[in-house]
């Protein structure tokens, strides 16, 4: 019914840049949330940041002022550009979205991408 697809994970540098987006498909009515969230080896999943569909913001301490996150609610897309990478921001990043179907367009239901990898390291 509904499919979220990460992409724009990679190896970079410290210091380095990426950016990631979530591409969300399928048998949409509404897209409430969209959130990050990472999940290094050995460490439970934990917030990175999330934004409303009016566009409020709110990110985890250990990002804030490096990580932007944006969405494109016309193309049920969210992004998020990390800048100044620090090793310990590799993890696997999730794409988490809100979402109501045209199924059931009242009920919202909490959707995950298969997520993708990034890997600080010189």
């Known amino acids: 019914q509904v499919q979220l697809v990460e992409s724009g994970g990679g190896l970079v540098q410290p210091g380095g840049s990426l950016r990631l987006s979530c591409a969300a498909s399928?048998?949409?009515?509404?897209?409430?949330?969209m959130a990050w969230y990472r999940q290094a080896p050995g460490k439970e999943r934990e917030l990175v940041a999330a934004?409303?569909?009016?566009?409020?913001?709110n990110y985890a301490d250990s990002v804030k002022g490096r990580f932007t996150i944006s969405r494109d609610n016309a193309k049920n897309t969210a992004y998020l550009e990390m800048y100044s990478l620090k090793p310990e921001d590799t993890a696997v990043y999730y794409c988490?979205?809100?979402?109501?179907?045209?199924?059931?367009?009242?009920?919202?239901?909490?959707?995950w991408g298969q997520g993708t990898q990034v890997t600080v390291s010189s």
């Open positions: 934004m409303t569909r009016g566009g409020s913001a």
């Open positions: 399928g048998s949409i009515f509404s897209i409430n949330d």
């Open positions: 988490n979205a809100q979402i109501a179907t045209v199924y059931r367009p009242y009920d919202t239901v909490s959707y």
